[in-house]
């Protein structure tokens, strides 16, 4: 009787070892985020103790926004206790990119909050060009003073090097020039510095767009088309250069905000 013989069956070596490695990768990326989900939590809790508000309110205002990712979420969390800033007062702010995800925002309100915390900050003032190019100024300047030096820090910022051809650099060209130069300065003459900024690169998203617009138009919701002015309606009363360094009849945070808002 002839036996019969059996073929031999050789399975890759390397097949089996992309099978273990899909195993650990995904053991791995499961454990990755269980650890990201208990840092969520963790940064929760100390941000909100910080806010003095629950946790759970402080997810709700994070969950309202739609999906995020988790480590956008973490950010959130770390900048906003970094800075001592406040996500339900719209200092700092979670806005689509342009690339249908979310990216961290420090408003211009924020911005104005560190510049004022800042142990060495005594003031600031704006200058504005008298030469104008098709009704508008050329450049903007903000100087800030420190208590700690002599000679105060002044930057210029030129409006055809930082416009931008989005809706809200059409409508109101002096107030994000002003923001612009406000934020330059801050961050040379203070040293203050963020990871992200969204002022100063403008999406095409409809809802940045929003945002930033309610921003800019601040309470009035009009836009100013008279002649370039420094956000303080007597402007009889207005120099070209205003120095709000200088103690008067109003604080200081009343002085900026005159500045920064119409």
């Known amino acids: 009787m002839k036996t019969q013989s059996h073929q031999k069956i050789n399975i890759p070596n390397v097949a089996l070892i992309d099978i273990k490695e899909d195993l650990i990768e995904a053991k791995d990326h499961h454990k990755s985020d269980d650890w990201l989900s208990r840092l969520l939590q963790k940064e929760l809790q100390n941000c909100a103790q910080y806010l003095a508000i629950e946790p759970e309110e ?7 926004h739609g999906v995020i990712a988790i480590k956008t979420k973490i950010a ?7 800075h001592q800033l406040d996500p339900l007062k719209g200092e700092i702010l979670l ?3 342009q690339n249908e995800s979310w990216q961290v925002h420090i408003s211009i309100d924020g911005w104005i909050r560190m510049i004022h ?32 030096q002599t000679q105060p820090i002044t930057v210029r910022e030129y409006l055809a090097e930082v416009k931008r051809e989005s809706e809200i650099w059409q409508q109101m060209p002096r107030r994000m020039l002003r923001h612009k130069t406000l934020l330059q300065c801050a961050k040379i003459g203070l040293g ?41 309606k007597n402007r009889d009363k207005c120099p070209e250069k205003m120095d709000i360094s200088k103690k008067g009849a109003c604080s200081q945070s009343e002085r900026l905000k005159i500045l920064l808002e119409e």
């Not at 402080?58 to 309202?64: G, P, V």
């Not at 008298?130 to 903007?140: F, R, V």
């Not at 900024?197 to 800019?216: D, H, P, T, V, Y």
């Open 192 to 232: 203050l510095s963020i990871g992200e900024s969204s002022l100063s690169r403008e999406s095409s998203n409809k809802a940045f767009q929003a945002n930033i617009q309610a921003e800019a138009q601040g309470n009035t919701g009009s836009v100013d088309t008279a002649q370039p002015s420094m956000g303080v």
């Open 117 to 148: 915390r800042h142990p060495a900050f005594a003031g600031l003032s704006f200058a504005i060009s008298s030469e104008l190019e098709n009704g508008l100024p050329i450049w903007m300047e903000c100087t800030i003073y420190r208590a700690d």
């Open 95 to 97: 806005l689509p990119s």
């Open 76 to 82: 959130l969390l770390r900048m906003s206790q970094q």
């Open 58 to 64: 402080l997810r709700a205002w994070i969950e309202q």
